[in-house]
């Protein structure tokens, strides 16, 4: 059994900048790929990074790419989503997700388990 647990979320103004944590609980594996997605309402969910957590490997959408990263702790069994360099549309819910095996991938159908969700509000 696993749980993810998503905080970090708020309000920032555009330009600035929030760092997400996702800690998992439970039955847990570094060799396991973890990965973070956003819904805006109203619009479907996103893929925007991922990080495999015994290879290294991580990959980003185009849309944050140069902006936003995905750093681990293993020790602390949590990954992080750092966003800088904010915008108004980067405003979602983001969720954290973890896959069943080891391989990266941008798709929400690869991850068998998910957080709740954390709101990020950017303001223009």
């Known amino acids: 059994q696993v749980q993810l647990l998503e905080s970090g979320g708020g309000l920032v103004q555009a330009g600035g900048s929030l760092r997400l944590s996702c800690a998992a609980s439970?039955?847990?594996?570094?060799?396991?790929?973890m990965g973070w997605f956003r819904q805006a309402p109203g619009k479907e969910r996103e893929f925007v990074a991922t990080?495999?957590?015994?290879?290294?490997?991580?990959g980003y959408a185009d849309s944050v790419k140069g902006r936003f990263t995905i750093p681990r702790d293993n020790a602390k069994n949590t990954v992080y989503l750092q966003m800088n360099s904010l915008k108004p549309e980067d405003t979602a819910v983001y969720y954290c997700?973890?896959?069943?095996?080891?391989?990266?991938?941008?798709?929400?159908?690869?991850?068998?388990?998910w957080g709740q969700g954390t709101q990020v509000t950017v303001s223009s």
């Open positions: 990080i495999n957590w015994s290879g290294g490997s991580t």
């Open positions: 997700a973890r896959r069943s095996g080891s391989g990266i991938t941008n798709s929400p159908l690869g991850y068998q388990y």
């Open positions: 439970g039955r847990t594996f570094i060799n396991y790929a």
